[in-house]
């Protein structure tokens, strides 16, 4: 008995298909953010559980398993994959990016050893409860080392791929145009065209909480 999974990128090319025998095991070697791992698996373990429990790399989050709500999204030698729809045994011998990668405070705190995508996520208040933010910090990351100056209508379309139920995406299309600015000039000053949205939102909450005194 075997299983057969199909993952596709981003923009819909296929990146990898497996078919492996159940109850197989493998020993799985990847670049990971840069550092050499392995683990034994089982040859039918998801690129998802495998850097989740096999290598501790929880900041990839696994949400439908089905491959639709962008969740579980790794660069994969840099072209977004659905984690949860890929064998890590076809990830073997290539590079893996997950949301631990893209960038880390150092022991300053300092919020400029973060990446601009990391960095416009926190300018443009683009989270909330989080749990979709990894997923896309790394879809963000790839779309915009391939279109670097990205219009509106172009960073909505870069996260059409990725769900989010707590944000109404305004401010993460707000962190798209502000990470490629940061991108560009690490020292961009913010203003207000990547607050607005936010600033909005607030004023809403606010009004919500009068009314309801």
Do not use: W
């Not at 709500?69 to 890929?86: F, I, K, N, Q």
């Not at 973060?114 to 790394?138: E, Y």
Request: proline letters at 4%; hydrophobic letters at 35%.
């Amino acid at each position: 008995m075997s299983e057969q999974v199909r993952s596709t990128s981003r923009n819909g090319a296929e990146v990898a298909t497996g078919t492996v025998p159940a109850g197989a095991r493998s020993t799985v070697a990847v670049t990971v953010n840069g550092t050499h791992r392995s683990a034994e698996v089982e040859s039918r373990r998801t690129l998802s559980d495998y850097l989740r429990h096999d290598l501790g790399l929880t900041g990839t989050h696994v949400g439908c398993e089905h491959g639709v709500c962008g969740a579980c999204t790794v660069l994969l030698d840099g072209t977004p994959v659905r984690s949860c729809l890929v064998f890590a045994v076809t990830a073997a011998g290539h590079q893996v990016t997950t949301a631990e990668g893209l960038g880390q405070l150092d022991e300053s705190g300092d919020p400029n050893s973060l990446s601009p995508v990391q960095r416009a996520f926190r300018d443009c208040h683009a989270l909330q409860c989080g749990f979709c933010t990894p997923g896309f910090m790394t879809t963000i990351t790839a779309g915009i080392a391939e279109n670097p100056d990205p219009t509106r209508d172009e960073a909505v379309e870069m996260i059409a791929g990725n769900l989010c139920r707590c944000t109404g995406y305004q401010n993460i299309v707000d962190a798209v145009l502000r990470a490629a600015e940061l991108a560009k000039d690490p020292a961009a000053p913010l203003t207000d065209r990547f607050t607005e949205h936010s600033d909005a939102a607030h004023s809403a909450d606010q009004d919500a909480d009068g009314a309801g005194a």
